[in-house]
């Protein structure tokens, strides 16, 4: 399946049956396959008339107690920004999928991963984080939406799936499997009708007592103090014996793990560690390589954003390298291969 429709059918197996977008390149066929399907399974979908409104519609179904999602791609996403601070300030479970392109402003439609510090950093106003996985296959995106949406439920906050144009268009063989019989989280806290049984429930992100709302922001980072000690991840290949580490996520690291490859047929001893979760970052895999490695190269299609909290994980160990390429240009092997041999003290 093409990435971007592996997402969207993910999703409805995940139990996702509320979808609200607008089309932008290069996430437009999630969409539209979330508009072919949703109809014939008894779902939503509803493109709205703006980014703006769409994440509003998120919001409201997210009230209601239902898994809902949206996608959209880089400047999407910004105009999104109000509403998944919203969102997190409300406490509510959500998905959203950010299929990046060149930026700032328009910018281009080719692959891009420049958005890392809006998703990791400052996806809104206010203190608060979403949970950021980034996958690098089509089959991982597909297995993270899943994770997404259970995890947004488990801590009642948003999830976004980091990916790019490369990922979202490309196609490669995927199993998706059917949803599992495990029974769903209870939210008691859902405004979804008391038929007078219960105490109404109301969702709200607006605090005029200052005591109020620092008190809810401080019991808020109490919960994510937690997701950073279960939710690290990452896959660290060729670590073991490893005297360089090579650090990407996404598609750079499908480019990564080949100039890896050819380091080590040219003798170089080099592996490569992969974040899969950008928040929570996963600093004990980062650690555990500037522990044995001499330096770490890290490879983005920025002009450098992720190298910040990989020399924050490090703290100052081992040297930490920068090679990018940017504005919706993706590094090859042979270029990464160079940084590597450059890194290591020179061609071998």
């Not at 299929?99 to 890392?116: E, F, N, T």
């Not at 950008?278 to 770490?296: E, I, N, S, T, Y």
């Amino acid at each position: 399946m093409k990435g971007n429709e592996a997402l969207a059918e993910a999703a409805i197996q995940a139990g996702c049956r509320h979808f609200f977008g607008y089309p932008i390149t290069p996430q437009t066929e999630l969409a539209a396959y979330m508009s072919k399907k949703m109809p014939k399974i008894g779902g939503t979908y509803l493109q709205a008339e703006s980014e703006i409104a769409a994440i509003n519609m998120v919001l409201g179904a997210a009230s209601a107690g239902v898994r809902a999602m949206t996608s959209s791609s880089s400047p999407g996403i910004s105009l999104k920004s109000e509403g998944i601070s919203y969102l997190a300030g409300s406490d509510l479970p959500a998905v959203i999928i950010n299929v990046q392109r060149g930026g700032p402003g328009l910018g281009g439609i080719q692959p891009s991963q420049a958005d890392y510090w809006q998703a990791t950093k400052a996806t809104g106003h206010g203190d608060f984080q979403i949970l950021v996985f980034a996958p690098s296959t089509v089959q991982e995106m597909v297995d993270l939406v899943s994770d997404a949406f259970d995890l947004a439920d488990q801590y009642r906050m948003p999830a976004m799936i980091l990916a790019d144009g490369m990922l979202g268009q490309m196609m490669e063989p995927v199993e998706i499997r059917p949803a599992t019989d495990k029974k769903p989280l209870e939210k008691t806290w859902a405004t979804n009708g008391h038929q007078g049984k219960r105490v109404h429930n109301v969702v709200n992100s607006l605090y005029l007592k200052a005591q109020d709302l620092e008190r809810l922001v401080k019991e808020r980072y109490q919960r994510y103090e937690t997701i950073k000690q279960t939710q690290q991840r990452a896959e660290e290949y060729l670590m073991e014996d490893a005297e360089y580490a090579v650090v990407a996520y996404g598609a750079s690291s499908r480019v990564s793990r080949s100039a890896v490859n050819a380091a080590r047929e040219l003798g170089i001893k080099v592996g490569l560690v992969r974040p899969i979760s950008l928040w929570p970052f996963p600093v004990d895999a980062m650690q555990r390589a500037a522990d044995k490695v001499k330096g770490l190269l890290v490879v983005e299609m920025s002009m450098g954003q992720m190298v910040d909290d990989v020399r924050l994980a490090v703290n100052g160990k081992k040297p930490v390298e920068f090679y990018g390429r940017t504005g919706g240009m993706i590094p090859t092997p042979a270029e990464v291969l160079g940084a590597i041999q450059k890194l290591a003290g020179g061609a071998k």
